[in-house]
């Protein structure tokens, strides 16, 4: 069976299945082929004259996704704008995620903008996520509390500290944070001990409302001094740290305090709510074409996937550096070897049944496929996660359909890989859209083929 006679959603299905694997292979090697570094600059920056604005625009995006993610357990969401900052007009929230919205969501939300209009700062609005999204506050909490280590407590009490306090946090919270407390006359060193200590010590969130309320105010404010440390910043980028045998274990604190920390920035939208009239609502609904259930896909052996990848991407156009290793005889036997050692390395089993995943329609891709959205003047969408590689190079691809069609840019991206995610032409069955679809998977496939060059390059 020829590649091309192969459905597309089959073809889809395998390569984003071996594709997620790879890195299992390769964990710190970077393809300089890689489609990743060849998208449009554009795609992932904005354009110079709107930077700062679409920055601000992005950040106050980002938070609306953030809490209102804490009530879905895990669940993403993406949202977009309508109506300009720049004017004194209504602005609404577009809202969206990996489903159609349901009264829950729809309660969820007008219940979000109605605590941003009752509070007078963010730690007010912070009430929003204690009362309905602790599960994943406390989940937060936990994984803050397992990544610190005593070693940090260690490197603190050996060092020497000659700046203020003033110069050694450099939050803006610090001075709110000092005067409201009995321990604001000690030394530099005492304060991080202490911000550190309650960090450890951090209970989980309860149905005391008011109790769970103040301490995750204190752990949002205490994870921004921390952050704005000179001290915990030299850690993180300095040489001898790097060589250090915890410094993952410092990463993976400072990524956590990094989650804890972002809280904050629903600060933004508690101003833009008491300056403007906001309003919110949920994306478009979708009818499916294909629902969330995806058929089988028997999988081909990897010698022939790979042999067909091979032979369709293998050209003088591509900048490979060096010939196969091998010759026309002994080329189906590497193909065989090539089998054997991807099978060695992937999970037991990946390769000897099915590949079956729920499939969803990201919810950026139900931000840009809403028909108002066409006629908006930020083309920003703000994400709970980051976007994946399938959503970026989806847009990438959907931005060059016609001269009208807008350039949409995510707030952050990942080169991840979500095996459930459906091809937009596809699911929704919008003609305009399927030949996306296509785009997509020749440039997943791409991606793939690099990486086992790569592979090849590196093992065989």
């Known amino acids: 069976m020829s590649v091309t006679s192969i459905p597309v959603s089959h073809r889809f299905a395998e390569a984003l299945s071996l594709l997620k694997s790879y890195p299992r292979f390769i964990p710190n090697r970077r393809d300089p082929h890689s489609f990743q570094r060849q998208l449009n600059d554009s795609t992932l920056w904005f354009d110079a004259d709107d930077f700062e ?61 109605r605590t941003l209009k009752s509070s007078v700062n963010f730690q007010q609005a912070l009430k929003f996520v204690v009362i309905h999204g602790r599960e994943s506050l406390n989940e937060r909490i936990r994984t803050l509390r397992q990544t610190f280590f005593q070693e940090l407590l260690s490197s603190i009490a050996s060092h020497s500290f000659q700046e203020s306090v003033g110069e050694e946090f450099r939050s803006r919270f610090t001075v709110l944070v000092l005067n409201d407390r ?57 040489s001898t740290s790097t060589e250090a045998d915890w410094y993952p274990q410092l990463k993976a604190f400072w990524r956590a305090l990094h989650q804890i920390a972002y809280f904050q920035k629903i600060e933004k939208l508690v101003k833009i709510v008491h300056d403007r ?29 790979t042999k067909q990848l091979f032979i369709k991407y293998l050209s003088p156009g591509l900048d490979v550096r060096s010939p196969l290793p091998f010759n026309n005889e002994d080329e189906e ?64 691809a959907y931005s060059h359909l016609e001269p009208s069609v807008p350039r949409w840019y995510l707030s952050r991206f990942r080169p991840n890989i979500d095996i459930g995610w459906a091809l937009p032409g596809e699911t929704t069955g919008v003609a305009g859209i399927l030949p996306l679809d296509q785009v997509v998977l020749e440039n997943i496939e791409k991606e793939l083929f690099f990486r086992q060059y790569e592979y090849i390059d590196t093992y065989l």
Not at 68 to 97: F, Q, R, Y
Not at 295 to 301: A, E, F, Q, T
Request: one cysteine or more; aromatic letters at 6%.
């Open 53 to 113: 604005q679409d920055k601000e625009i992005l950040h106050l995006l980002d938070a609306a996704a953030v809490c209102l993610s804490t009530t879905e357990n895990g669940g993403s969401i993406a949202v977009g704008i309508e109506g300009s900052v720049k004017d004194t007009g209504t602005i609404t929230l577009v809202l969206a995620k990996n489903r159609n919205s349901n009264l829950h969501d729809r309660k969820m939300a007008d219940e979000f903008i």
């Open 182 to 238: 009995k321990w604001s006359n000690k030394p530099v060193r005492g304060i991080l001990e202490y911000l550190l200590g309650f960090i450890r010590s951090i209970q989980e969130l309860d149905d005391d409302i008011e109790a769970s309320h103040a301490r995750f105010v204190n752990l949002v404010l205490y994870s921004l001094m921390l952050k704005s440390s000179r001290y915990m910043s030299f850690l993180i980028e300095s």
């Open 277 to 305: 009239n906001v309003k919110v609502r949920w994306a478009k609904e979708i009818s499916y074409t294909r629902t969330g259930g995806a058929d089988p896909v028997p999988c081909r052996p990897l010698s022939v996937l």
């Open 333 to 396: 036997s590497f193909y065989a070897e090539m089998e054997r050692l991807v099978k060695q390395e992937a999970p037991p089993g990946h390769w000897d049944s099915d590949i079956q995943a729920a499939l969803s329609l990201h919810p950026e891709i139900r931000i840009v496929l809403d028909p108002a959205m066409a006629l908006a003047p930020h083309h920003l969408i703000g994400c709970s996660s980051h976007g994946c590689l399938c959503c970026l190079l989806w847009l990438d």
